[in-house]
């Protein structure tokens, strides 16, 4: 075992709910010492950079109840038992935009809070795109805003987008845009 991994003694299920479980889990450390982990389990996610013909970013609009804010983002979602993440961010980007994307590729993945959670986001690349009729779920309120690459990186200094994924998805698109 190497000095920084940790050994599991026990686990339990705290909280099991739609999405979401928690559990607390006891752990050993190289050095002996014992310590508590409160971990949530997610399925994982998709993140859609849908990037238009004219270097706009598909972002949506939402009130996000957690941060008790309005927050501007990527289209994203959770993908439905035994989907594929590419299907997942296809369906998710129609659903909630109304765009469908002839091509998708996926781009990269990591780890959104890996202090207490395990989700991992899987960012997808969509381009060549057409409308389509948008299907929010109906606990869903979303805006489509159609926001320049250049517009969206200045948001992010400016602090007027505060969402993690929708950086990086931000910052990758910057570098799909510049090559």
């Known amino acids: 075992m190497s000095k920084l991994e940790e050994k599991t003694i026990s686990s339990e299920m705290i909280f099991e709910g739609r999405l979401l479980?928690?559990?607390?889990?006891?752990?050993?450390?190289?050095?002996?010492?014992?310590?508590?982990r409160e971990i949530?389990?997610?399925?994982?996610?998709?993140?859609?950079?849908?990037?238009?013909?004219?270097?706009?970013l598909v972002l949506?609009?939402?009130?996000?109840?957690?941060?008790?804010?309005?927050?501007l983002e990527v289209p994203a979602g959770v993908p439905e038992k035994g989907e594929t993440g590419e299907a997942a961010a296809r369906r998710e980007l129609e659903e909630e935009t109304g765009f469908h994307a002839k091509k998708i590729t996926k781009l990269w993945e990591g780890?959104?809070?890996?202090g207490y959670?395990?989700?991992?986001?899987?960012?997808?690349?969509?381009?060549?795109?057409?409308a389509v009729p948008r299907r929010p779920e109906e606990d869903e309120q979303i805006e489509v805003d159609l926001v320049d690459i250049e517009a969206?990186?200045?948001?992010v200094k400016n602090g007027k987008i505060r969402d993690n994924k929708t950086m990086i998805g931000i910052m990758l698109?910057?570098?799909?845009?510049?090559?």
């Open 60 to 71: 949506v609009r939402q009130f996000r109840k957690a941060a008790e804010t309005i927050l």
């Open 152 to 155: 969206c990186v200045d948001m």
């Open 40 to 56: 949530v389990e997610h399925p994982g996610a998709v993140a859609i950079i849908a990037i238009t013909a004219d270097n706009e």
């Open 117 to 130: 959670s395990n989700e991992l986001i899987q960012y997808y690349l969509a381009q060549e795109m057409s």
């Open 111 to 114: 780890f959104a809070s890996p």
């Open 21 to 36: 479980k928690l559990k607390k889990t006891q752990v050993k450390l190289a050095s002996g010492v014992k310590a508590t």
């Open 173 to 179: 698109a910057e570098k799909v845009i510049s090559g």
